[in-house]
């Protein structure tokens, strides 16, 4: 892969998203977004990352993060090992996921092109990374997370939406704490 969409600066925030291979639709489960928020949260919390604003979409996350180590792409990567990790647990060992079968196929098909993982891949390597130098970048991704589930066509207004950050901002409780831009 080339520079472009690389992190280059480890110190400024990024426009990041984080997509499942194959786009395979497999946040529509709770326990699986769930996960994701739980990680943010831990990342937050331990990692010294700062979560701005994110979404979680039914096959993709879309984040401005930023971390307060210098090592932006050290924590995506532990964040991204990890939920895959625990989100193939959990496809494992569920009773209740119907789509058991279908969704390890896929993860299994996408680790055919891993040089790193033979066996299952759940993310892209791509995070398709912005960096945001300005003020007006940083409003523009902001307003363009928020507004991804009425895109979608999910909910009338950002703040119906609960698995992103639009509450916070609205002064509402979120699901999990972000630092507001």
């Known amino acids: 892969m080339g520079q472009a969409y690389q992190i280059n600066d480890q110190s400024l925030p990024y426009f990041l998203t984080f997509q499942v291979v194959g786009w395979a639709d497999i946040f529509s489960r709770k326990i699986y977004r769930d996960i994701v928020l739980d990680s943010l949260k831990y990342c937050r919390q331990n990692k010294g990352l700062n979560v701005f604003a994110y979404v979680i979409m039914t096959n ?84 363009y997370i928020h507004n991804n589930p009425i895109s979608a066509g999910w909910v009338e207004k950002p703040e119906d939406y609960l698995y992103s950050s639009a509450r916070n901002y609205l002064g509402l409780e979120g699901l999990i704490d972000i630092d507001l831009i």
């Open 60 to 143: 993709h996350v879309h984040a401005i993060l930023q971390s307060r180590t210098d090592d932006l792409s050290g924590t995506v990567r532990d964040f991204k090992k990890h939920t895959a990790k625990t989100i193939f647990r959990e496809l494992a060992s569920s009773p209740k996921e119907s789509r058991r079968e279908w969704l390890t196929g896929i993860f299994k098909y996408h680790a055919k092109f891993n040089k790193r993982n033979k066996q299952k891949q759940f993310w892209t390597h791509e995070n398709h990374a912005i960096e945001l130098s300005t003020k007006g970048m940083m409003k523009s991704r902001l307003n």
